[in-house]
Nanobody, 124 residues
Framework: QVQLVESGGGLVQAGGSLRLSCAASGRTFSLYTMAWFRQAPGKEREFVAA????????RYADSVKGRFTISRDNALNTGYLQMNSLKPEDTAVYYC?????????????????WGHGTQATVSS
């Protein structure tokens, strides 16, 4: 089992930044691909970014490319999502996820573990 706890959400104006963290405990976090998803009110949960277990390979959703950066520190069992140039449409609950799956194939229906989410709200 891997337990994931997100933090760092909040309220920010458009154009601002937030840094989300995902603290992992339990089984060896470094063996898992880590990803971030988000779910806006009335919408389905969607993929945001994924990073391989080594950290050298990364994939982003087109909607966040150039604005968001995913990273991880396996020594600290922690993952991060740096979100810059935020837009009101980025408002959502952001979820950390982990899975034994290649980072190119991460999707909502194939990750093994989920955090409880952290709310990020971007005002216009």
């Amino acid at each position: 089992q891997v337990q994931l706890v997100e933090s760092g959400g909040g309220l920010v104006q458009a154009g601002g930044s937030l840094r989300l963290s995902c603290a992992a405990s339990g089984r060896t976090f470094s063996l898992y691909t880590m990803a971030w998803f988000r779910q806006a009110p009335g919408k389905e949960r969607e993929f945001v970014a994924a990073i391989s277990w080594v950290g050298g390979s990364i994939r982003y959703a087109d909607s966040v490319k150039g604005r968001f950066t995913i990273s991880r520190d396996n020594a600290l069992n922690t993952g991060y999502l740096q979100m810059n140039s935020l837009k009101p449409e980025d408002t959502a609950v952001y979820y950390c996820a982990a899975g034994r799956i290649v980072y190119t194939r991460v999707a909502v229906d194939n990750v093994d573990y989920w955090g409880h989410g952290t709310q990020a709200t971007v005002s216009s």
